[in-house]
């Protein structure tokens, strides 16, 4: 079975530049979520996709970050501007309806913000 | 509020020692669940157990074993005869009625050869 696949592996962008990840989760998983790991830290939920809806955006900084799941399967998450605190790195993740409980991650995209 | 606390930042050892791995958390919910993920150089999170607050019993798989204790509100994790391929940086994490995961800030564990 493929894991979650996440593209680019490494990003460097100046600060006030604008950048895109994608996310492709596990066939079949219904839930897809974004974490944010700052270095040092545990990993944060910025967003929670149930199929192609939004269930928590709580923590997303929505006036710099947006993300989509038009079709319920992959996901973008985009950062316009980007700002020097957004160097992290962006975890994907996703579960399945029968068994919610248990997340598989990606190897997410590290983000540099110059 | 609710919150993970992993109060080791950094752990070192020489391989074959046993080394455990404290968690203690907070939550006002009674039904919640207890996560330890494993993530190694590679950056993915590797699930490695999962525990529901009315299941105290502790549980061994292989060489790790879990202690759950809920009258301390800790969720212990032990590596038994530790080997390299365990290095790597381990979270608790706790998922309330919300369903929201939050993340301990993690510790790193070097087994050194």
């Known amino acids: ?114 | 509020a609710q919150k993970v606390t992993q109060a080791q930042t950094e752990i070192s050892v020489v391989e074959k020692e046993d080394v455990t791995l404290d968690c203690v958390y907070e939550t006002r919910d009674t039904t919640y669940y207890l996560f330890w993920y494993k993530q190694p150089p590679s950056g993915e999170l590797v699930f490695l157990i999962r525990r529901n607050s009315f299941d105290e019993q502790n549980e061994i798989s292989g060489r790790y074993s879990w202690n759950f204790q809920k009258s301390t509100s800790s969720f212990n994790f032990t590596i038994t005869a530790s080997q390299v391929v365990d290095s790597a940086v381990y979270f608790c994490a706790l998922r309330s009625n919300t369903g929201k995961l939050i993340f301990g800030q993690g510790t790193t564990l070097q087994v050194k050869p």
């Open chain 1, 1 to 114: 079975e493929a894991g979650v696949a996440q593209s680019p592996r490494y990003k460097i962008i100046e600060k006030r530049q604008s950048v895109a990840f994608w996310c492709n989760p596990i066939s079949g998983h219904a839930t897809l979520y974004w974490y944010q790991q700052i270095l040092g830290q545990g990993p944060k939920l910025l967003i929670q996709f149930q199929n192609n809806g939004v269930v928590d955006d709580s923590q997303l900084p929505k006036d710099r970050f947006s993300a989509e799941r038009l079709k319920g399967v992959d996901s973008t998450l985009k950062i316009q501007p980007a700002k020097l605190e957004d160097s992290a790195v962006y975890l994907c993740a996703s579960s399945h309806r029968a068994d919610n409980e248990k997340l598989f991650f990606g190897s997410g995209t590290q983000l540099s913000v110059l």
